[in-house]
């Protein structure tokens, strides 16, 4: 008689698939390794389209259901022609997209009930760093704010508040990452 999978949903997150693969990484830590994937191609003016379809997890290659195609942009008074978000708002939505995930999964298996939930982030740039104005200016983000609203147990608030530091995306912002950039003939 074959098993019959009981979905167990706590924050619409199958709480089960979860703890199986928690169960996976920890006799094979092997398989929580993990390599994503992006193309970028340039399409004119300050607008370029990214690309994302593979990825290595569980010890293989994978793809997505679907390839997903994201367009950026810069607004008018950077040059653009303002037909996507620019690449600083994709970070912002990286990181809210990532902690969002992260509180939301991590309750879950916490048994934390999060009825709703919400954030407004800001960041803060200086152009004059991008522009190659002042050397003295940061080109990027200088301070990022994320300010959550939940419908939960008043008790809970501050034990998603941590558990927001669980995100990857928002780990890679705080500690830093290596990145090396490479430029090749076609």
């Known amino acids: 008689m074959a098993q ?8 619409g997150i199958d709480v089960e698939i979860l703890q199986n693969t928690v169960a996976a990484v920890e006799h094979d830590p092997s398989l929580g390794t993990c390599k994503f994937r992006a193309t970028n191609k340039w399409v004119e003016g300050a607008h370029n389209r990214s690309r994302i ?11 997505h259901q679907q390839a997903f195609e994201l367009n950026a942009d810069e607004p008018p008074l950077l040059a653009g022609d303002d037909r996507a978000p620019n690449p600083v708002e994709f970070l912002l939505h990286a990181l809210a997209g990532c902690v969002t995930t992260s509180m939301v999964a991590h309750a879950a298996v916490r048994g934390i009930h999060i009825e709703e939930l919400e954030s407004e982030l800001e960041g803060d ?6 522009l190659g104005l002042s050397s003295d200016v940061p080109k990027g983000y200088t301070s990022i ?4 609203r939940a419908k939960a147990d008043p008790e809970d608030l501050e034990r998603l508040r941590r558990l927001a530091d ?5 780990n890679t912002l705080t500690h830093g990452v290596n990145v090396n950039i490479e430029v090749e003939p076609m």
């Open 4 to 11: 019959q999978h009981t979905t167990t949903l706590v924050n």
């Open 53 to 63: 379809d593979d990825y290595f997890a569980a010890g293989e290659e994978r793809h």
């Open 125 to 130: 740039i200086d152009l004059r760093g991008f």
């Open 145 to 148: 704010r994320v300010k959550f």
């Open 166 to 170: 669980n995100s990857p995306v928002y």
